[in-house]
């Protein structure tokens, strides 16, 4: 009797787990564009280069990104989901270099929409904005102010004219 309780209660827990569901979207020459993993109302979403090189990967879920989205531009390169209001969300990106330093720091506000592509296009700066070279000197700082869906240049602290390579 234990032995089929046990078996019933196995197959009722391993029923109730939510099951990742997989799309792959590839584009006109057959090269993997993104893949979709979807798991109740959250989608982890991985973007693709042309190369094959996986450039992204982010949470969406119902209508902003959640968690952390991760670029593979940089070895440490991502954009940390901080706040909800309104009809925005709101990230900090951070880009840290090969020494440990920081090289980028700044606030990103996003527009909800139920569309992760049209969520992403509408990433607007706010706040300070600081770029820092390989040595730790401070290579740009500015801040930006959103007015509307425009951001526009505040205050410019520092703005050199060499950028990173």
């Avoid at 990967?57 to 959640?66: C, T």
């Amino acid at each position: 009797m234990k032995i089929i309780l046990f078996i019933f209660l196995s197959f009722f827990c391993l029923s109730c787990k939510e099951r990742i569901q997989r799309k792959k979207v590839y584009d006109k020459h057959h090269n993997l564009k993104n893949v979709y993993d979807i798991k109740g109302d959250t989608i982890t979403i991985y973007d693709y280069a042309k190369n094959g090189k996986l450039m992204m990967k982010l949470k969406f879920k119902q209508d902003q990104f959640i968690d952390t989205i991760y670029y593979y531009d940089f070895k440490n390169h991502f954009v940390t989901i901080d706040s909800s209001k309104g009809k925005y969300f709101y990230g900090t990106e951070t880009i840290i270099l090969n020494n440990g330093k920081y090289g980028y720091k700044g606030g990103l506000r996003f527009k909800k929409n139920t569309s992760p592509q049209i969520a992403s296009q509408s990433r607007l700066r706010f706040g300070r904005h600081v770029g820092a070279n390989e040595d730790g000197s401070i290579n740009d700082d500015i801040d930006f102010k959103i007015i509307g869906d425009s951001s526009y240049i505040y205050d410019v602290r520092i703005k050199n004219r060499k950028h990173y390579n």
